[in-house]
């Protein structure tokens, strides 16, 4: 079982003409899973702190294989593993599926930092409260190797 899982219904503005997903959208499906993850546990994506800085996770490395074509209207499993917590990043493995067929497998890798009032980023650790809550799956074996 997946450490987080949320559903998702495929929209019509996500396919092309055919009917089916275009790639790019598991991209954005893999970070909207990771927001819902982060909401779960109450925290967000964006701390906007006191000072006029924000806590916030760019990603450092995204990468997604493909297995079978997700159309309109089906309903999407997004399962979310936590692969690695570092000091200043963690790693996620996200799978797609809809009833037993695997759509697609993703990995992605977010840094913790500020983002300064000009723009400019600072990586820094994972602040103790976000440390707490974001825990390693335990033990890590991904979901299309489980039955």
Same mark, same amino acid.
């Given at each position: 079982?997946?450490?987080? =899982?949320? +559903?998702?219904?495929? +929209?019509?503005?996500?396919?092309?003409?055919?009917?089916?997903?275009?790639?790019?959208?598991?991209? #954005?499906?893999?970070?909207? &899973?990771?927001?819902?993850?982060? #909401?779960?546990?109450?925290?967000? /994506?964006?701390? !906007?702190?006191?000072?006029?800085?924000?806590?916030?996770?760019?990603?450092?490395?995204? =990468?997604?294989?493909?297995?079978?074509?997700?159309?309109?209207?089906?309903?999407?499993?997004?399962?979310?593993?936590?692969?690695?917590?570092?000091? #200043?990043?963690? &790693?996620? +493995?996200?799978?797609?599926?809809?009833?037993?067929?695997?759509?697609?497998?993703?990995?992605? $890798?977010?840094?913790?930092? /500020?983002? !300064?009032?000009?723009?400019?980023? &600072?990586?820094?650790?994972?602040?103790?409260?976000? #440390?707490?809550?974001?825990?390693? =799956?335990?033990?890590?074996?991904?979901? =299309?190797?489980? $039955?």
């Amino acid at each position: 079982m997946p450490l987080f =899982s949320t +559903q998702r219904r495929v +929209q019509f503005s996500e396919t092309d003409m055919a009917g089916i997903v275009h790639f790019a959208n598991f991209y #954005r499906w893999m970070e909207e &899973t990771e927001h819902e993850y982060f #909401r779960s546990l109450g925290l967000s /994506i964006m701390h !906007h702190q006191p000072d006029g800085q924000v806590l916030g996770w760019p990603r450092v490395s995204a =990468s997604c294989n493909y297995n079978a074509p997700a159309r309109y209207e089906d309903v999407v499993d997004c399962r979310l593993d936590v692969e690695r917590v570092g000091l #200043r990043s963690v &790693t996620y +493995q996200i799978e797609f599926w809809r009833e037993a067929t695997r759509l697609a497998a993703g990995r992605m $890798k977010t840094a913790c930092c /500020i983002c !300064h009032p000009d723009g400019t980023l &600072t990586s820094v650790d994972l602040p103790d409260d976000y #440390r707490s809550l974001i825990h390693e =799956s335990t033990p890590h074996v991904p979901a =299309s190797a489980r $039955k």
